[in-house]
């Protein structure tokens, strides 16, 4: 064979900045209100919980947005991450195709999430913050800010969802190893845990409601702040890390991508594969397919509404317009517990209403089936999120084989599924079910959408 299978840039080629796609929008982000005057919310209404240089990634227009030296060395404990082509998966499926995939599960956490937990602990610490909260649900987003805060010396506050700390020793064990503190939520902890407790104790807890014990938190003491792992502007473009260091490796194997792929939990590892490649298409370069896949249980791209809704359960977020399901709906269980939530990151959304990427659904049993064929060939077992883009790629090189075309498809590979081995043995043992999420509390949750007068 004399293609090589893994192209590597050398420290020099790690990106020195990340890519803000607002400067290439061809219509701005629609605004983001507060809940009680639906009105535009300025800096100060995001201060009591992210440091300012956040704030003012969130709403920038500037293309490039420096990488700090200190993050870039960070970064460079495991960036820039491996790009391989999958020829076996390719001889597998007969396909004409040539897939790609850039792996993310080579961070110390195993994910994509580290590309972002460092640059807000970084940007905390610089601000004089000494402790963050957080949530996390299936604990990789509680691992990542673990780790980074612990490299700035940030004490970090993780509330687990109560049924996940108990199901998943294991990860909780790799949080305190970084150094964090991690409860299980509803907790004693904050006012709102405690209410919830005292209604039911023995409650198995919710990322809406460890949402808000850690907002509560980050909003009473000046010392403390809240991070996000996903969904919003500044997360969203800390990952387009991916995609420009995609575009450096691709180059470097002479070849470019006809159709991208990502998963879409919150939109932030899609984003980052996808964005650096749309934004040259919105600057009038090459164009291509890109494709946002998600899990027919918990639908918000393909059976969403586009309008404004709260970002938790609790409603103590701003209202932003995105994909969604309506912020009380409950998805059925599965084990992708990264694409367990009812909207979208609002960049993403927008992007898919000016036609720029499509989207598609799978279930949970299709996407672990991709997943087994994908470790059979390539050797990684990936996580159950990170399956569903397997799923979408091997799909599109399926399409390829009966159109007889030789596309590139190129897809990110978000994470490996270390911690999830539990669900690989209930898909063995034919126990995994696919659970379709209830049409009629779909439409109950649609219809108690806030109303937004300029809307009505
Ligand atoms: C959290 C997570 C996701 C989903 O989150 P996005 O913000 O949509 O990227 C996907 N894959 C892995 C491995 C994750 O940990």
Redesign the pocket.
Known sequence: MSEPTKYLLDEGRLPKAWYNIQADLPQPLPATLHPGTLQPIGPDDLAPLFPMELIAQEVSTERDIEIPEPVREIYRLWRPAPLYRAHRLERALQTPAKIFYKY??VSPA????PNTAVPQAFYNAAAGVRRLTTETG?G??GTSLSFAGGLFGLEVLVFQVRVSYDQKPYRRAVMETYGARCVASPSTETAYGRSVLAQRPDHPGSLGIAISEAVELAAQRADTKYAL???LNH?LMH?TVIGLEAMEQMAMADTWPDVIV???????????IAFPFIGQALRGGTRARVVAVEPAACPTLTRGRYAYDFGDTGHMTPLTKMHTLGSTFTPPGFH????R?HGM?PLVSHLKELGMLEAVAYTQGECFAAGVQFARAEGIVP?P??NHAVKGAIEEALRCKREGRAETILFNL???GHFDMAAYQQYFAGALTDEAYDEGELAASLSSLPRIPAEA
């Open positions: 993310e599960g195993g994910s994509h999430k299936a990789q987003w792992g996903s969904v997360v990952q990502g998963c879409v939990g919150g939109g932030s590892n899609f984003a980052g992708a517990g990264g694409l939530y990151a996580a999120e990170a978000s994470g490996h």
